[in-house]
């Protein structure tokens, strides 16, 4: 299974990347399973201009890195949606690749185009944030949900982990660590049972 961890934060090492790594150990005690890094930081992706050029092809007319994006989002078997908290949302990186996702919204809504598949494709929210507030991830937990709908795959329960600001915050909590692991293996265990919650 080729598993696609999207990583929305700028700071390379830092907390939100080092839960996927740990996520993505757990994925790999399964020899079927890949995995693949995407740093979103690191790419030319141009927010979307609301052109509406998607709305009668279901293809963004923006030709920058988003378009190579396109076609692993649609390989992936499992999607990991990576993002530290910011101002209560995820951060602009990774607003920025959802909003060029138009383009999949307008295939579903507009022109219908819906695919056949033999698998249940999953995506998740993996985040992280400096307080403790009982609201923290709900923001970020309904863009990532909207994205899943557009996306046509069922949205899994999601690994949120508060309280983490410095940049080895999260490597240097082994408790945190290994529930980030078990996330991975429960994962390859239960087959993404759409019920199943860590
Ligand atoms: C621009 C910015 C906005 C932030 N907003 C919030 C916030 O609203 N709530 C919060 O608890 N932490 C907030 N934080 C803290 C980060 O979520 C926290 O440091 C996180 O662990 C960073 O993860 P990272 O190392 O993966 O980037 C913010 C940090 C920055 C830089």
């Known amino acids: 299974m080729k598993n696609l961890f999207i990583l929305g934060s700028p700071r390379k090492s830092g907390n939100s990347k080092n839960m996927a790594r740990a996520v993505a150990s ?8 890949n995995v693949e890094y995407i740093y979103l930081n690191a790419l030319n992706i141009r927010p979307c201009q ?13 030709n920058d890195d988003m ?3 396109y076609n692993k989002i ?11 908290i910011y101002f209560y949302s995820v951060s602009a990186q ?8 138009q383009a999949q919204w307008a295939q579903k809504y ?23 507030g009982e609201k923290l991830f709900e923001g970020a937990e309904l863009i990532i949900q909207c994205l899943c709908d557009t996306l046509d795959i069922h949205y899994g329960a999601p690994l949120l982990v508060k309280n983490v600001d410095k940049i080895h915050a999260v490597q240097n909590n082994m408790g945190i660590m290994a529930d980030c692991v078990q996330f991975g293996t429960h994962l390859i265990k239960n087959q993404d049972s759409p019920t199943d919650k860590l």
């Open 74 to 84: 649609d390989e992936a078997h499992r999607l990991f949606f990576v993002s530290p």
């Open 110 to 132: 507009l022109l219908h185009r819906t695919q056949t598949r033999t698998i249940i494709r999953s995506g998740y929210l993996l985040s992280c944030a400096a307080t403790k």
């Open 26 to 33: 757990g994925i790999l005690q399964s020899t079927d399973n």
């Open 50 to 62: 609301g052109c509406g050029g998607c709305n009668k092809t279901g293809t963004c007319v923006i």
């Open 94 to 101: 990774l607003k920025t690749f959802i909003d060029r996702c």
């Open 67 to 69: 378009q190579e994006l």
